[in-house]
């Protein structure tokens, strides 16, 4: 099975600075990636599909980008309610691993 | 607005089966693929099973092979998760949730909001 492993497993930033998480795959998955934010007792919400592609609805300053076995979720400008866990997802074949999570805490 | 509600969560003992049911609204279910995805007590998310939008392919995560059995009524706009032979390491909460397309090789844009399962003697 292919392993999705995501970088870092935490991080502690400011409002306003820019975030990048990253997400690994042990082979290719081409852009079969998606990303999603879960806040404390929530269910989890589709940022990021197919790699890049914003989902309706979700802020502009969030943006997606990769292919292949590397890939990026930034947050251009952290808001307030960034302040959350954050999953990547292969989609390429099954299982539909997910990655372990970035938990982006307040510094 | 596209919905969809978990339910049949609770407490069962070890080797004891379990049916979870997930009602969807708001969307023309036949149309979308299902998953279920659990999550244990401050872990991470972990894909359970998914169903294609015709329930002619399912698929399942390893560790579930032979013990959970993902299945849905069109008619009634429901997905189905059997879950048998359950083990103290399937207590988690369980969510359904909708793909974005009629197969599984999607992301999931609709979540219900969880049922939980507590597996403990």
């Known amino acids: 099975d292919i392993q999705m492993t995501q970088s870092p497993s935490s991080l502690s930033a400011s409002i306003g600075d820019r975030v990048n998480i990253t997400c690994r795959a042990s082979?290719?998955?081409?852009?079969?990636l998606n990303w999603y934010q879960q806040r404390p007792g929530k269910a989890p919400k589709l940022l990021i599909h197919?790699?890049?592609n914003l989902q309706s609805g979700v802020p502009s300053r969030f943006s997606g980008s990769g292919s292949g076995t590397d890939f990026t979720l930034t947050i251009s400008s952290l808001q307030l309610e960034d302040f959350a866990t954050y999953y990547c997802?292969?989609?390429?074949?099954?299982?539909?691993?997910f990655g372990g999570g970035t938990k982006v805490e307040i510094k | 607005e596209e919905q969809v509600l978990e339910s049949g969560g609770g407490l069962v003992q070890p080797g004891g089966s379990l049916r979870l049911s997930c009602t969807a609204s708001?969307?023309?279910?036949?149309?979308?693929?299902m998953s279920w995805v659990r999550q244990a007590p401050g872990k991470g998310l972990e894909w359970v099973s998914g169903?294609?939008?015709?329930?002619?392919?399912?698929f399942y995560a390893d560790s579930m092979k032979g013990r959970f059995t993902v299945s849905r009524d069109n008619s009634k706009n429901t997905l189905y998760l059997q879950m048998n032979s359950l083990r103290a390491e399937d207590s988690a909460v369980y969510y359904c949730?909708?793909?974005?397309?009629?197969?599984?090789?999607?992301?999931?844009?609709?979540w219900g909001q969880g049922t939980t399962v507590t597996v403990s003697s």
């Open positions: 082979q290719s998955i081409s852009n079969y």
């Open positions: 197919a790699a890049s």
């Open positions: 949730a909708k793909h974005t397309h009629q197969i599984v090789y999607y992301g999931m844009d609709v």
């Open positions: 997802q292969k989609t390429y074949t099954t299982p539909l691993t």
């Open positions: 708001g969307f023309t279910f036949r149309n979308y693929a």
């Open positions: 169903i294609f939008g015709s329930g002619g392919s399912t």
